[in-house]
């Protein structure tokens, strides 16, 4: 019993969390993602963990919407790309290589969206 409480306790906050975001625009993607390692976001620094995240449109513009516990973390805009000339399925996410960059890529329909975070403490950032 106690089991079923805390998964319908999980799934009241998820619930909330997505009509956060749905708020913000109409929502192409949503899931959740594990940063590995810390995250440069402009001045901000998003640190490792599980996030959820989400692809939205809004005024004519897809965004990148990280959040934890409801609250938005980072939104910046995506990059489209044709699915054809980048394959993906789902989402993935992967350090490219160097180590510089977090990248994140949503398939959606006939495009490909993707987003680069700098990884906080590289060298070179």
Do not use: C
Not at 9 to 21: C, P, R
Not at 48 to 60: M, P
Not at 95 to 114: A, K, M, P, Q, T
Request: without cysteine; negative net charge.
């Amino acid at each position: 019993m106690w089991k079923l409480a805390k998964a319908l306790a999980l799934i009241a906050v998820l619930s909330v969390a997505a009509l956060a975001i749905a708020q913000e625009g109409n929502v192409l993607y949503q899931g959740n993602i594990n940063l590995p390692r810390d995250i440069k976001f402009g001045d901000q620094t998003v640190a490792r963990g599980s996030y959820q995240i989400a692809l939205t449109e809004s005024q004519g513009d897809t965004w990148f919407v990280l959040s934890k516990a409801g609250q938005e973390v980072s939104r910046d805009l995506a990059i489209e790309w044709p699915a054809n000339e980048l394959p993906t399925q789902g989402m993935q996410s992967e350090i490219l290589e160097g180590g510089e960059y977090f990248r994140v890529r949503v398939r959606h329909g006939s495009s490909v969206y993707f987003i680069h975070y700098l990884i906080a403490g590289h060298p070179e950032v």
